[in-house]
């Protein structure tokens, strides 16, 4: 499953590179042995790995972490929230997170469809908002690692659950179809009388319906064309729907879901919303919290709130990488100490390109994550850091030392392509209050490339290893009496293929 990459030799011949944390340092000390002139300074300013191993997976996905601990620790002095009334709230509930939830499952998709409308309150009105499913989509590889499954084709309310409910939910389509289907039954006349004197608000790819019953005999459903939208994420579209109960003259708005990122973009939001009072519910059992974001807010400037959501990006959320050991509570702590770092952290997502000085500044931001401080270069704090673990001088390393690499943080160029695909994220999310955001194509200077027609990550633009290096690893190849056991390979500079030789 390890990924692999192409370096190019002084003589324009192309050599397949395999993931292997010490490949590079291998190399780097036949160089040596070689009397080629090239120090440790220099190599360590390429990736060395064609995934960057502090950002990233060896089979190429995007590290991960645990995001709740970043609510944990912004909400954990703060007392719970008494319930706002019934009758003036507007509850919000993640559909997709109600799927994954569903445990004992009936024997067919009806069923099925009547359990999950239970999961909505039974009294006062609400939205049960899903996600839409884009071909070419930067969750498309979130959901790739959370597993696949088989398609299967919902020809009615009839149709038998299949066997593994988990396996069916890793599959677009199948949610795709599952969602039209409850849209069709919650609207016909037998939801009736659980619709009555109720306004519930339902979502199916990008349109939004109100299902209605003014006598609990019959249903009504109507498009609010207000809440369509081409968001592709109950996350992004939470904003909306807050927008909407302030129109529709609603006290408060209870938001219902597990998401850390909802949580986030709420905070960001609520300064802007004094009029509405906006609740955040989570949790189960002894853990369910219901948190009041507006008084949360008050303790931050509208700046620092900004912030606070573009640092939840840069250490990490769905379809942005966290940094391997540190985890959410450290880069919190570090802007709270830090504080020069707040407003360079709430300008990203302003633009969908980043300036260069914000990359510096972020640059920066990034040796302090590392418990660097004063360093301003992470291409520099490599070297120093690679000189205390495994160097007897600035020139040699030590070859019985094993190399952790992802220990070390990623070089400018992977930091860069990282910045980027935060700066998109913020981005969508600065514009959650638009229905229709216009948003650049992820693989256009985004942080994102397509590979056969699917996102990957960018996780790098150049050379993976300086030249001399990449004549060593074609001269190991040559030498070598055992070419399947090699870590590198002969390549056509037009060969797409993955196979090794």
């Known amino acids: 499953m390890n990924k692999k990459g192409k370096v190019t030799t002084t003589k324009n011949k192309v050599v397949q590179f395999q993931q292997q944390g010490n490949t590079a340092f291998q190399l780097f000390m036949k160089s040596q042995s070689r009397g080629i002139q090239l120090d440790l300074r220099e190599l360590l300013t390429y990736l060395l790995t064609p995934v960057p191993y502090s950002i990233g997976t060896a089979d190429g996905f995007l590290a991960k972490t645990d995001k709740s601990k970043s609510f944990s620790h912004l909400t954990k002095d703060v007392e719970d929230a008494t319930p706002p009334p019934t009758d003036e709230t507007l509850v919000i509930i993640d559909g997709n997170a109600c799927f994954r939830q569903l445990k004992e499952l009936a024997r067919d998709f009806s069923q099925i469809c009547s359990k999950v409308f239970n999961m909505i309150p039974k009294t006062g009105d609400a939205v049960f908002s899903t996600d839409s499913y884009e071909p070419n989509s930067v969750k498309a590889m979130e959901r790739l690692r959370r597993g696949t499954g088989t398609k299967l084709i919902l020809k009615g309310k009839k149709t038998k659950t299949p066997a593994d409910w988990k396996s069916f939910l890793c ?29 519930i608000i339902v979502t199916c790819d990008k349109k939004a319906y109100l299902l209605t019953s003014e006598d609990g005999m019959s249903t009504a459903r109507d498009e609010i064309d207000e809440l369509n939208s081409t968001h592709e994420e109950t996350d992004s579209r939470v904003i909306l729907y807050c927008e909407y109960a302030r129109k529709q003259s609603y006290s408060s708005v209870r938001e219902k879901s597990p998401d850390t990122d909802v949580f986030m973009i709420l905070l960001n939001y609520a300064s802007h919303m ?18 009041d974001v507006g008084e949360i807010v008050q303790g931050y400037t509208p700046e620092h709130a900004t912030a606070l959501i573009a640092m939840h990006a840069f250490s990490g959320c769905d379809i942005t990488s966290a940094f391997k050991g540190l985890g959410k509570v450290k880069p919190l702590k570090t802007m709270s100490k830090l504080a020069k770092f707040v407003p360079i952290l709430s300008k990203l997502g302003d633009t969908w390109e980043v300036p260069e000085t914000i990359m510096d500044d972020l640059d920066e931001l990034t040796c302090a994550l590392y418990s660097k401080p004063r360093m301003r270069s992470v291409n520099e704090m490599r070297f120093l850091m690679m000189s205390e673990l495994c160097s007897k001088n600035d020139e040699r390393l030590d070859r019985m030392k094993v190399v952790d690499m992802g220990k070390l943080p990623p070089c400018r160029r992977s930091l860069e ?25 992820q693989s256009d200077g985004q942080g994102w490339t397509l590979v056969n027609g699917k996102l990957e990550p960018l996780w790098y633009e150049g050379h993976v290893l300086p030249q001399q290096l990449a004549d060593i690893a074609d001269s190991s190849m040559d030498n070598s009496d055992e070419e399947s056991n090699s870590e590198f390979s002969d390549v056509d500079d037009n060969d797409e293929s993955d196979e090794d030789w």
């Open 171 to 199: 599959n677009d389509e199948n949610k795709k179809q599952f969602t039209e289907l409850l849209v069709q039954l919650w609207s016909q006349d037998g939801y009736a009388s659980r619709l009555h004197g109720r306004r």
């Open 274 to 291: 004094t009029d509405l009072k906006v609740f955040f519910d989570t949790g189960t059992g002894n853990h369910k919290r219901l948190i």
């Open 417 to 441: 392509q990282h910045i980027r695909r935060v700066n998109f994220q913020v981005g969508i999310w600065k514009g959650a209050h638009i229905a229709k955001p216009d948003v650049p194509v």
